[in-house]
T-cell receptor, first 113, second 110 residues
Framework: DGGITQSPKYLFRKEGQNVTLSCEQN?????MYWYRQDPGQGLRLIYY???????QKGDIAEGYSVSREKKESFPLTVTSAQKNPTAFYLC????????????FGNGTRLTVT | KNEVEQSPQNLTAQEGEFITINCSYS?????LHWLQQHPGGGIVSLFM?????KKHGRLIATINIQEKHSSLHITASHPRDSAVYIC????????????WGAGTKLIIKP
């Protein structure tokens, strides 16, 4: 079955360490997205990519980096520069723009202490 | 004021009740999405609509573009419908960025 796989489900890191969250899709979608979710708030866009080897900053890109070397993969690195990295991170994909349905992974809960 | 407002924030109802969740927005849009987030965190897309009404099983979504308002209805609600329901709109000026509501937490009691 096609879908989006995020790993790991839970991730613990010490402050000052970079950490990379994995996102893989086999839906053949061009567009991929990374969102951050904090309790009681709506999703906030970190980065998005419309096509391989291209990506754009979202609303809260500071302290994060991404790459899109393959259509299927869109890993997110949370760097030590991100001041409040503890959050729930969701990866999504769509065929094209927001005029097509979004497909989400199950998320990664990152805790930094 | 948020550009996408959902109401109510929390809703508790008995099994079998008719449920309505509202979404109002203040920007020009090309599409509106309704999504469901279960306690485990995964999000599922329920509807995407730009006009009129869509129905899938016991779920109905409507949108009034002139009033900038959408509703999600659940008929014959069931405890398995308990989840957070999220409204998101695609801004006319951006092809890839959605504006997200904060969500409505629904609990259906047996």
């Amino acid at each position: 079955d096609g879908g989006i796989t995020q790993s790991p489900k839970y991730l613990f890191r010490k402050e000052g360490q970079n950490v990379t969250l994995s996102c893989e899709q086999n839906l053949n979608h061009d567009a991929m997205y990374w969102y951050r979710q904090d309790p009681g708030q709506g999703l906030r866009l970190i980065y998005y990519s419309q096509i391989v080897n291209d990506f754009q900053k979202g609303d809260i890109a500071e302290g994060y980096s991404v790459s899109r070397e393959k259509k299927e993969s869109f890993p997110l690195t949370v760097t030590s520069a991100q001041k409040n990295p503890t959050a729930f991170y969701l990866c999504a994909s769509s065929e094209g723009s927001y005029n097509s349905p979004l497909h989400f992974g199950n998320g990664t809960r990152l805790t930094v202490t | 004021k948020n550009e996408v407002e959902q109401s109510p924030q929390n809703l508790t109802a008995q099994e079998g009740e008719f449920i309505t969740i509202n979404c109002s927005y203040s920007v020009g849009i090309s599409a509106l999405h309704w999504l469901q987030q279960h306690p485990g965190g995964g999000i599922v897309s329920l509807f995407m609509l730009s006009s009129g009404k869509k129905k899938h099983g016991r779920l109905i979504a409507t949108i009034n573009i002139q009033e900038k308002h959408s509703s999600l209805h659940i008929t014959a609600s069931h405890p398995r419908d308990s989840a957070v329901y999220i409204c998101a709109v695609g801004h006319m000026d951006s092809n890839y960025q959605l504006i997200w509501g904060a969500g409505t937490k629904l609990i259906i009691k047996p």
